[in-house]
């Protein structure tokens, strides 16, 4: 069984048991959480597609933690100009067990 939910603007495909990292969330470590944007559900070839949403749809999880991304440079440079930044950036993911589909 799995699912296809809208999490902050991404479309994630989840299953129970299964860790996602998601745009950082409100909600401290341990917490509940729940998904009402279910878009499809899978239940073993029964196919629920939304229009938009699928009704009474529902995905619940767990916040095991807030981390960090990988750091990405961001380099600018203008050739022959004497210009030139470096910056660097971490997005912040939130860490989500999904407990149940339903």
């Given at each position: ?7 902050a ?12 990292y ?9 917490a ?34 807030h ?29 989500v ?6």
């Open positions: 069984m799995y699912a296809i939910v809208d999490i603007g991404q479309q994630l495909k989840v299953a129970k048991d299964q860790y996602v998601t745009p950082k969330i409100e909600g401290e470590a341990g509940a959480v729940t998904f009402d944007k279910v878009l499809l559900v899978d239940n073993e070839g029964t196919v629920q597609v939304g229009s938009p949403l699928v009704k009474g749809a529902k995905v619940s999880g767990k916040i095991l933690e981390v960090k991304g990988d750091k990405l440079i961001v380099f600018k440079k203008k050739r022959r100009k004497g210009y030139a930044v470096k910056n660097g950036h971490r997005q912040q993911y939130t860490k067990q999904i407990e149940s589909i339903g």
